[in-house]
C-alpha cells in the first residue's frame, strides 16, 4: 500500500512539473457551469463511545463535483467523496456529500480553498451483516487547477472529510486526490 501512495504522490509532483509551462499558456477563466472528478488515496478513522481504540486504515477513496461559477473569486456547487475498504469479507464505505464554496485568491491563478456542509454517512456491508447511519458533516481543503487546455484542468487536491453519522460516532478521513476539472 506505501508503493500506491508513493506513486499517487510521485505523479501528482510529475503532471506539477510538466504542465506548468502548459498552464502558463491557458488563462485561468472560470465562468459557468463546471464539473469534475478524482480517484485518490485516503486515511480513514473513527471514534464511538464504548469502543477501544483503532488505527488509521488507507485505502482508495473517489469524488465527484459539479456547479456553477458565482465570480472569479467563487464557485458553488455540490460534491460527493467516498472512502471505501474491504477486508475479511466486510467492505467499510465513509463519505460525506455535501454543498461547497470554492475560494480562489487570486482569480489568474489556480489555487483554491474549499470548505463544505452537508451530510456523512458510514456503512459496513458483507459476511452477513448490513448496516449504515447518517448525519451531519464538513469538508475542508485545498487544491490547484493546472489548466492544460481551455476549458479542462488537472487538479490535485486535499480534503479533510468529517462526519458524525450517529450519537457517540464520529468518522474522519484525509483525501488525497488527482482529478480533472471541466470548466
Keep these: 500500500m506505501r508503493y500506491i501512495s508513493g506513486g499517487i504522490a510521485m505523479a ?6 510538466g504542465t506548468s509551462a502548459a498552464s502558463a499558456q491557458k488563462p485561468q477563466t472560470r465562468k459557468g457551469f463546471w464539473i469534475g472528478f478524482g480517484f485518490g488515496w485516503g486515511s480513514y478513522d473513527f471514534s464511538c463511545d464504548g ?14 463535483k459539479l456547479g456553477g461559477t458565482v465570480s472569479p473569486h467563487l464557485l458553488l456547487g455540490g460534491e460527493s467523496v467516498v472512502w471505501s475498504k474491504s477486508e475479511g469479507g466486510a467492505t467499510v464505505t465513509a463519505g460525506n456529500v455535501t454543498f461547497n464554496a470554492y475560494y480562489y485568491p487570486k482569480p489568474a491563478g489556480g489555487l483554491f480553498l474549499n ?4 451530510f456523512s454517512r458510514a456503512e459496513v456491508s458483507g459476511s452477513g451483516v448490513s448496516a449504515g447511519e447518517t448525519g451531519p458533516g464538513f469538508t475542508l481543503g485545498a487544491g490547484y487547477d493546472l489548466r492544460v487546455g481551455t476549458n479542462i484542468s488537472i487538479v490535485p487536491n486535499v ?7 450517529e450519537s457517540g460516532f464520529n468518522q474522519n478521513f484525509y483525501h488525497f486526490a488527482l482529478g480533472v476539472t471541466f470548466h
Design 51 to 64: 469502543c477501544g481504540n483503532f488505527d488509521r486504515e488507507g485505502s482508495y477513496t473517489g469524488y465527484i
Design 12 to 17: 501528482t509532483v510529475l503532471l506539477l512539473l
Design 159 to 165: 480534503q479533510w472529510v468529517y462526519g458524525h453519522p
Design 115 to 118: 470548505g463544505g456542509v452537508g
